[in-house]
């Protein structure tokens, strides 16, 4: 019997998609753009994640809202890209919108550039497609906003679907991925966290790490029941891991970032934390009874908590009987 003759010479390798580092190098790239410079980008998948009921919708209002009007970001950021907003809000309504919109605006005029559907069929069932159209349609559009990313999921197991797992999670994101890279948009998935607490935040998105890991920028909201002030944790593949302080104002609808969370903020108790918080917010010098009814605490307790921080720095006394911000 003869030896079979190779066929690796008739073979001809293709190499679409892999280049030299050189190429690489030497390549003319746009620069990336952003929702938020530094934080977020407008560019592929960010996910926003909190615990129910703690403003993450909010959250997204605002920021979309704000950059629309041209208006500082967060009430922080300076807005550097214009664009348009598709708010798929699938767990508001029509009057929840206009209740938030209008106390977020105050006077200022209403921006036409986003826009807000109540229903869309999940991704499996047509709602890709339609994600598609709407971008081909609508090229001003470059924020895609799905809230909640839950509702455009698979169904679950118990609904008669599929379960949790990693590459089902893996898989989904980068659907996302890849209408964001296609259409040249990015989209902004809003989603619930654990029931459980974690020491690592970033485990306590809801799934399994295949989301955590398969999203650009992820975003998580910490906010305490009835508390106005709030955490904003941020990490992602173009971005800086930091922690952004937050005053709340549900009155109004309106998230303030008042600075980024240092090392020295993390060793305050929550009641210091809210009185440096509320010293911030209103710029001027209050008198312990002003502040204990800010905080919620009697001025006893207040004025001891007041002492010990002028002591160890964390606010100055402004006269006789006043406190400000060190940073006033």
């Known amino acids: ?39 977020i980008p407008l560019e592929g998948v960010t996910m926003l994640v909190s615990p129910p009921k703690s403003g993450k919708s909010i959250l997204a209002l605002n920021i979309v809202v704000e950059n629309a009007i041209k208006a500082k970001i967060l009430g922080y950021f300076r807005p550097v890209s214009q664009f348009d907003t598709l708010y798929i809000d699938l767990e508001g309504t029509r009057r929840r919108t206009q209740e938030r919109v209008l106390n977020m605006l105050g006077n200022r005029p209403i921006p036409p550039s986003v826009s807000v559907v109540y229903k869309w069929p999940r991704i499996h069932d047509g709602g890709l497609s339609k994600l598609y159209d709407y971008a081909t349609y609508h090229p001003a559009t470059k924020l895609f906003i ?114 980024e969370e240092t090392d020295e903020d993390m060793e305050l108790t929550d009641s210091q934390r809210d009185i440096v918080l509320c010293l911030h917010a209103y710029g001027e010098p209050k008198t312990p009874s002003e502040i204990a009814g800010m905080i919620g605490k ?4 207040t004025k001891r908590l007041l002492a010990n921080m002028v002591e160890d720095g964390s606010i100055i006394r402004a006269g006789y009987g006043k406190y400000c911000d060190r940073l006033r």
């Open 1 to 39: 019997m003869g030896v079979r003759k190779s066929n690796l010479t008739k073979f001809e390798p293709t190499h679409d998609g892999i280049f030299s580092a050189p190429d690489i190098c030497n390549m003319k790239l746009e620069p990336l753009q952003w929702v938020i410079e530094g934080v």
């Open 146 to 259: 799905i809230d909640t990313y839950g509702k455009l999921q698979q169904l679950s197991k118990a609904a008669g679907g599929v379960g949790y797992s990693y590459m089902r999670d893996v898989e989904e994101v980068g659907i996302f991925s890849k209408f964001c890279d296609t259409m040249h948009v990015s989209v902004m998935l809003i989603h619930h966290t654990k029931k459980t607490e974690s020491d690592d935040w970033i485990g306590m998105v809801s799934g399994t790490y295949g989301i955590s890991g398969s999203v650009d920028t992820l975003l998580l909201l910490r906010r305490k029941k009835g508390e106005f002030q709030a955490t904003l944790y941020v990490t992602g593949r173009d971005v800086e891991e930091k922690k952004y302080k937050l005053n709340t104002n549900m009155t109004r609808q309106l998230m303030n970032v008042i600075g």
């Open 298 to 301: 009697s001025v006893g307790y």
